[in-house]
């Protein structure tokens, strides 16, 4: 009776060692799965923040109306650099937000004073200055998010 009640002890014992296994098994499973996601994700909001502003740096290069791109455009960026953000400390936040902040401080009559019409209309004179003012604000970004 007394071998009975042993085995069955060590049974008892296999039994809940097998069950304690496998709940930490599965509790770390699912941790790891979270990262790996959490993860995924933020590479996710990193590319499409630098497709953002890359596509938005080349648009510039070929569209007629720097303003109304930079206002149209506006909420994929701002939607863009905030899901990156929330991946990111407050200092990165921080730094993400000034530097667009300068992009957004840019004046109108700044980009209107270097870009001059040629007198028969056609071409346009100092649009790579205008391009070059909106673009270096986008440039810091980037280097930015690299470095983060």
Do not use: W
């Not at 990193?46 to 510039?60: F, N, P, Y």
């Not at 506006?74 to 921080?94: G, M």
């Amino acid at each position: 009776m007394e071998t009975f009640n042993q085995i069955l002890l060590e049974a008892i014992k296999l039994v809940l060692a097998g069950i304690a296994g496998g709940l930490i098994g599965a509790r770390a499973n699912d941790k790891l799965a979270r990262r790996r996601e959490q993860d995924a994700e933020k590479r996710a909001s990193r590319q499409k923040l630098v497709a953002t502003i890359l596509r938005l740096l080349l648009d510039m290069q070929h569209e007629g109306d720097l303003m109304g791109l930079r206002y149209n455009r506006k909420p994929e960026l701002t939607s863009a650099i905030a899901t990156f953000s929330v991946f990111q400390c407050q200092t990165v936040r921080d730094g993400l937000q000034a530097r667009l902040k300068k992009y957004e401080e840019i004046p109108p009559s700044a980009l209107a004073a270097k870009i001059e019409c040629a007198p028969d209309g056609s071409n346009v004179i100092g649009r790579s200055q205008a391009v070059s003012i909106l673009s270096e604000p986008l440039k810091e970004i980037l280097e930015y998010v690299d470095a983060v």
